[in-house]
């Protein structure tokens, strides 16, 4: 039972202070509270009794008393346990936050992102409430009644026994309605996750939804989602509203055979009129934590359905890790040799569609160049992605300085390596932040006059402390690609992999990158992938890829004279620029 939830242990453990002590204030508060009764009953009967009133006097100051220094512990409770279950929720999610940081690519290529923001906020509230408020409501009820039933039977067990036996329905109750509330929270923390993902994907892609007029479709769609949401909350609203009413019966058959039966035995002389009135008292008492106890059967429920979707994420490894004893690569000179041996790779999560790439082998020698060009889907950035590791090679190896990449730490890979992958991505952050990275503020200019980035910066307000809007929104497609660009730079990696890093930027702008980058990268290992075959001209080395294979390689003039796919690709660019020309003619 709650199998789940047990997975939350190792989060209480450094807090078990904090609940140890709001158990104590638990057991000070119930004690107190149950006191009140035993006052009332020495009141009540001193005023039947007809004893001097100093005798209800000091009855009534005692529940005084105790009423405060019961409430102030009942405000203790609340504290240390609501605090604490706060702590094992910010834990948790930093927990969450680390392991998804840790996930490899092909994790994300399947998981929605609007799924794993509903996880990681409305899952964690629930799981929170569960931790807090849930344990503290159980425990008071329990601490409660092991107080006051006894006390009610030492008044009379003839009575206590009839207020206490509706509630051998409870257990009935409690099945039935645990796993209605279980099914149904989980129903709407799905379909939650399915609300999230579609406002995510609509509010990313606002543009073209505007631009192909669909405003009222979708918000048609997003009305369908809601009220299915709706829909699902209320039906577990039902199952609560039921669930509530049934423990206030039940409490309520045990009050009525107290008051019939009671008053016959108060009337009897059997029991008197302060026991009677006491008993009353520890009844109601009993009653209302005993009504909560159906709020925290579906707190817990909400929350164990929750923590089984929490630990659906925890439970997923990595695909790319780092070995347990990993091989250190040797220093370098500002350059290291980079090796293909006969590289095959599919996508793990589309293998049915075929190889991406097969048998690719090439050897890179420190400190040279190399380009790769092909048609759109040639498995060009794939191979880019196959470098910082973003995927392992399902045949062959790649090796860095002669040493298997799947042996080296990841972060040492990473450092060695400066990928600048074709789709920029930007933090809403200032620019400075973006293109430094961690690097030292003192490689921020020269990354950005290499990169051409300098250009753009008298344009901005703030220059490099401009604050960028959601990816990097107030620069243009070409501004972010020089920004990306100036980032790689700025980490000074030995292996640079610029993948088609340079489309979103005009040809001029591109010359002047490209001739920069030749003088900044001299001495470096560097792969450039691009589109454009007038970028790769001057690179050492030139491999075509076609369907994922290697069909040409060479030098830019050795590939033209052999007139081979390299030459078609060149012809098919050159006749593109030569139609675009003559369109911007014709419109003068």
Not at 13 to 29: D, H
Not at 417 to 437: A, I, K
Not at 550 to 567: D, I, P
């Amino acid at each position: 039972m709650f199998r789940h939830l047990r997975r939350l242990a190792p989060f209480f453990k450094p807090y078990w202070r904090t609940y140890a002590a709001g158990m104590g204030f638990i057991l000070v508060s119930n004690y107190l509270i149950t006191k009140g009764p035993q006052f009332i009953q020495e009141g009540v009967d001193a005023i039947a009794g007809g004893h001097p009133f100093a005798e209800v006097q000091r009855a009534v100051l005692l529940l005084v008393v105790t009423a405060l220094a019961g409430g102030a512990a009942r405000y203790g409770m609340r504290q240390t346990l609501n605090s604490g279950s706060r702590y094992v929720e910010r834990d948790l999610r930093d927990a969450l936050f680390v392991h998804l940081e840790s996930l490899s690519s092909e994790f994300y290529d399947r998981s929605p992102t609007g799924d794993l923001m509903a996880r990681l906020t409305n899952d964690l509230l629930a799981v929170r409430m569960a931790a807090g408020p849930a344990i503290m409501y159980l425990v008071d009820t329990a601490v409660r009644g092991g107080i006051i039933i006894p006390r009610m039977i030492g008044i009379s067990p003839h009575l206590a026994t009839l207020a206490l036996l509706p509630m051998l329905g409870l257990p009935l109750v409690m099945i039935f309605f645990g796993q209605a509330i279980h099914v149904r929270s989980l129903a709407i923390q799905d379909h939650f996750s399915e609300l999230t993902r579609f406002v995510h994907e609509n509010l990313s892609g606002v543009r073209v939804v505007r631009a192909y007029r669909q405003e009222q479709a979708e918000s048609d769609r997003f009305q369908a989602l809601s009220a299915e949401y709706a829909r699902r909350n209320i039906a577990l609203a039902t199952a609560s509203g039921a669930f509530n009413p049934l423990l206030t019966v039940l409490a309520g058959l045990g009050s009525a055979a107290v008051l019939y039966f009671g008053g016959q035995d108060v009337m009897a002389g059997r029991v008197s009129v302060g026991n009677f009135v006491a008993f009353g008292v520890y009844l109601s008492t009993f009653i209302w934590p005993l009504i909560a106890f159906g709020w925290v059967i579906n707190l817990v429920n909400r929350g164990e359905a929750s923590m089984g979707r929490l630990n659906e994420l925890l439970d997923v490894g990595p695909a790319i890790t780092t070995p347990a004893v990993p091989v250190a690569l040797p220093p370098h000179r500002g350059a290291r040799r980079l090796t293909f041996e006969g590289v095959s790779f599919r996508y793990p999560t589309a293998k049915d569609r075929g190889w991406v790439l097969t048998e690719v082998s090439f050897d890179l020698a420190p400190g040279r160049s190399l380009a790769i060009v092909g048609a759109t889907g040639a498995g060009k950035s794939t191979l880019a992605e196959l470098i910082v590791r973003a995927y392992d090679p399902e045949k062959g190896r790649i090796l860095l300085d002669g040493i298997d990449l799947r042996q080296l730490d990841l972060r040492e890979l990473r450092q060695a390596v400066g990928f600048v992958p074709q789709e920029t991505f930007l933090f809403s952050e200032t620019l400075r932040e973006n293109v430094l990275l961690g690097a030292p503020e003192n490689r921020l200019e020269t990354a950005a006059e290499v990169s051409q980035l300098s250009a753009a910066i008298p344009d901005l307000p703030n220059g490099f402390d401009t604050m960028l809007g959601e990816r990097g929104i107030n620069l243009s497609g070409g501004q972010k690609q020089r920004a990306a660009i100036a980032r790689a730079l700025a980490q000074q990696p030995p292996v640079f992999v610029l993948d088609d890093a340079l489309s979103a930027v005009d040809a001029s702008t591109e010359a002047r990158i490209l001739h920069a980058l030749r003088d900044a990268l001299a001495g470096r290992t560097t792969i450039i992938i691009s589109h454009r075959l007038a970028a790769v001209r001057e690179a050492d080395w030139i491999l075509v890829l076609d369907g994922g294979k290697v069909v040409e390689e060479g030098k830019h003039a050795e590939l033209v004279a052999r007139r081979g796919r390299y030459w078609e690709l060149l012809r098919r660019q050159e006749a593109e620029e030569e139609l675009e020309t003559a369109e911007i003619v014709d419109r003068r």
